[in-house]
């Protein structure tokens, strides 16, 4: 039986929660501040600053996210009018850059499995059927800006630390590849997210 090919990894890409109750789009929106100098797409995990806006979380094994980051809006500085975007472009000047963020902490996101570090072209990788339950790291990538997608994944090499940010939920039959690993998986966050810290932020 022909598989769908993973041809690269998109981020996290929210699905479903927990209970099995699909993603309806319910976000939260968080600033971002101006000029701020990181691209962020969609699908990338994000984290809240203590002054109150939002940063790429870049930290791969040790997170500390608010969420995931699904597209923003802001007052284009050329234009002169406001722009929804797919993603935030570094360093725009805005005094109104609002970003939506999925920052339910019962949320299952699907993400490709990348067989490398970081890197300009990330690999497909696979997972088996006794990752199923472990923990893993993310797999930080620069995103597409052609898409405004991110272009992170989650790590092959699984553990039980509990210090890592996500765990394996799931795997994807539909994208399991001809030697029968799993190239994608659904995720939920382990450790590190901002709503269960409770020393604040």
């Not at 890409?13 to 691209?39: C, D, E, H, M, W």
């Not at 790429?56 to 996210?65: F, I, V």
């Not at 970003?99 to 699907?110: N, P, R, S």
């Not at 893993?136 to 994944?153: K, Y």
């Amino acid at each position: 039986m022909a598989y769908p090919t993973v041809s690269g990894p998109s981020g996290l890409v929210p699905v479903k929660l927990v209970s099995g109750v699909p993603f309806v789009g319910v976000t939260r929106q968080y600033s971002i501040a101006s000029a701020y100098n990181t691209s962020i797409f969609s699908g990338d995990a994000v984290q809240l600053l203590t002054g109150g806006t939002i940063s790429r979380d870049t930290a791969d094994a040790a997170m500390t996210p608010i969420g995931v980051f699904l597209g923003c809006t802001y007052t284009d500085p050329s234009l002169g009018y406001q722009l929804f975007s797919q993603y935030y472009p570094a360093s725009t000047v805005a005094s109104d850059i609002m970003a939506y963020v999925a920052d339910g902490t019962d949320v299952l996101f699907k993400v490709a499995v990348l067989s490398s570090a970081a890197a300009a072209t990330p690999v497909i990788g696979d997972l088996a059927i006794t990752d199923l339950g472990a923990n893993v790291a993310m797999i930080d990538n620069a995103g597409d800006t052609a898409t405004g997608n991110s272009r992170c994944g989650i790590s092959d090499s699984t553990a039980t630390t509990n210090t890592l940010p996500l765990r394996i939920v799931e795997l994807v039959e539909e994208t399991k590849n001809s030697s029968g690993g799993f190239t994608e998986a659904l995720v939920k966050w382990n450790a590190g997210h901002q709503m269960n810290n409770l020393t604040g932020v």
